[in-house]
């Protein structure tokens, strides 16, 4: 009888229940139906009353992304011209000729071909100017790096007729370029510092990412290396399946990396495989304020497991799932819906409810109120408090990775005079003409990267070329007051730029890595195992 009069109860409650909840659903699609007439009016009205002719595509676009204002910082219209560009980078593949290029004195400089592309395949050199395009001549026409990219990508199969003048080569060059896919690299770096250490410079989480990342680990296996530098400063995230499978390499099995939820996103965790190939290795990972999403899902699940070290200054802070949504124009809008935690609970994503103009000045406020200087300038309240999963130590949410060992931005390294070098891109095309006027000799001087290292030297003579040629450039900054420090990181610097002009990025960190105070603290840490575990242990 106790059981009939639970029953009875319990349909009740349902038959109460399911009519309210089918009230609600009701009266939710009342309203959006309410609301969708009330915009498809004001569209009529105006296209049939307004004073003058208007352009319904423009209003519509305008109402969306007024819409998506009013949400978050990172749900954002994408017209159907955007599409295509923006995914290029994430995809790791974009359709062209397969050369990086460089406009030095209005001149279109070849400054690399792509290994495998197209350019390469026909021969096309470092230091040849394209100075006609499908017959245009594109001299002197005020170039901007838009109007390349507009005029030399295009669907792969299609074809482009260039005009090339080379060094020591009388007559004009005339190629017939036939595009195709071209590759885009998330890895800008990978080598081996010491016997045992490897670095791995990473720029964002495309589609090739974990392909690249297996090519240089299998390097360093096969030399040994068993502590690894995971350079994720200014890396702004990407696909987030990535970022889980690089937090696997270094998690054991079934650990958490990360989980999302949302409103209308029902909790998810994912967690780490049995395929993990550094779970026994030391690790300390490079972060800034630029590091961003995928980053930070990485180094959130690492130092919440305290399988490595966090070096660096605060991320950014975005801990937003977006997911994309085709319109039927080819268009799309990248909606939130979820929020991304890290394995001991945290959101990290930064407050954004004062509006989207504070929370895009909130890099410039941290730098105003001096965290970029000082740790001691960063105050969590205890309610952000976490802790670690193995050792308990003490983390905070709500804003981005603080690191375990802080690293200040030094503003002192860089004079005004480089840092307008650097401002108007003189530095990298001064380094730019120095290797075209000077590639034969120095492929003779150095037939290698480690000899290149070893010996080559920015003179004082090169440093002068260098502020005459930032004269021409109507740079008012001069040298006048810059220290030993900063003449020392300008010399290093046209050093790492030339390295890479002759081979790759690879080269240019491997030089510029040796005045990277948050490499060189890295280096410090896992050479000496005491010092990363007492880090760890703290």
Request: hydrophobic share 40%.
């Amino acid at each position: 009888m106790r059981h009939l009069k639970s029953l009875i109860i319990l349909v009740f409650v349902v038959i109460i229940c399911l009519p309210a909840k089918v009230i609600q659903a009701q009266n939710l699609q009342n309203e959006q139906t309410e609301q969708l007439h009330k915009f498809g009016r004001v569209l009529t009205l105006i296209n049939t009353l307004y004073v003058d002719t208007v352009s319904q595509e423009k209003i519509v676009e305008g109402a969306i992304v007024a819409m998506l204002k009013e949400l978050d910082p990172h749900s954002i219209y994408i017209s159907k011209d955007e599409v295509k560009r923006m995914n290029e980078p994430l995809k790791g593949a974009f359709e062209g000729i397969g050369i990086q290029f460089n406009i030095l004195e209005d001149t279109l400089m070849v400054v690399a071909t792509i290994p495998g592309g197209p350019s390469e395949k026909l021969g096309i050199m470092p230091g040849d100017r394209i100075i006609s395009v499908d017959g245009k001549d594109i001299t002197d026409i005020g170039l901007k790096n838009s109007d390349v990219l507009d005029m030399l990508r295009g669907e792969k199969g299609t074809i482009v007729n260039v005009e090339i003048v080379r060094r020591g080569v009388d007559e004009v060059l005339e190629f017939t370029i036939v595009r195709d896919k071209i590759p885009i690299f998330s890895v800008n770096a990978g080598y081996v510092v010491d016997d045992d250490i490897g670095y791995v410079k990473l720029n964002r989480f495309s589609k090739t990412t974990d392909e690249e990342l297996k090519e240089v680990f299998n390097h360093f296996d096969s030399v040994g290396v068993n502590s690894i530098i995971l350079d994720l400063t200014s890396n702004g995230g990407g696909y987030m399946d990535k970022s889980i499978w690089l937090a696997d390499q270094f998690l054991e099995e079934d650990e958490m990396v990360v989980y999302t939820e949302g409103e209308n996103s029902p909790k998810r965790e994912y967690r780490a495989t049995d395929d993990g190939r550094y779970e026994n290795a030391r690790v300390v990972v490079l972060v800034n304020e630029g590091s961003a999403s995928a980053s930070e899902i990485v180094s959130g699940a690492l130092q919440d497991w305290d399988r490595g070290v966090i070096i660096g200054r605060r991320t950014f802070g975005k801990g937003l799932v977006q997911r994309p949504f085709p319109l039927p124009d080819r268009s799309m809008i990248r909606l939130t819906v979820a929020r991304y935690y890290t394995p001991s609970g945290r959101c990290i994503q930064k407050p954004y409810e004062e509006g989207k103009e504070d929370y895009s000045h909130e890099l410039i406020d941290r730098y105003n109120e001096g965290e970029m200087i000082s740790a001691d300038s960063i105050h969590f309240p205890d309610s952000l408090l976490y802790k670690t999963l193995r050792k308990e130590r003490k983390v905070y949410g709500g804003g981005g990775i603080m690191p375990d060992v802080f690293i200040p931005l030094d503003t002192t390294q860089v004079s005004d005079f480089h840092s307008a070098l650097m401002r108007k891109g003189a530095i990298f095309s001064f380094a730019l003409q120095y290797v075209d006027g000077n590639r034969d000799a120095l492929n003779e001087t150095y037939p290698n990267f480690d000899t290149f290292e070893s010996e080559f030297v920015v003179t004082d003579e090169m440093v002068d070329d260098l502020a005459e040629y930032a004269e021409e450039k109507d740079i008012n900054e001069s040298m006048d007051s810059i220290t030993d420090k900063q003449y020392n990181k300008l010399k290093l610097h046209i050093k790492a730029l030339i390295a890479s002009d002759i081979w790759e990025t690879n080269e240019f960190y491997q030089i510029n890595n040796k005045r990277n105070d948050a490499f060189l603290k890295a280096l410090e840490i896992l050479s000496d195992p005491k010092k990363y575990d007492a880090i760890l242990n703290k």
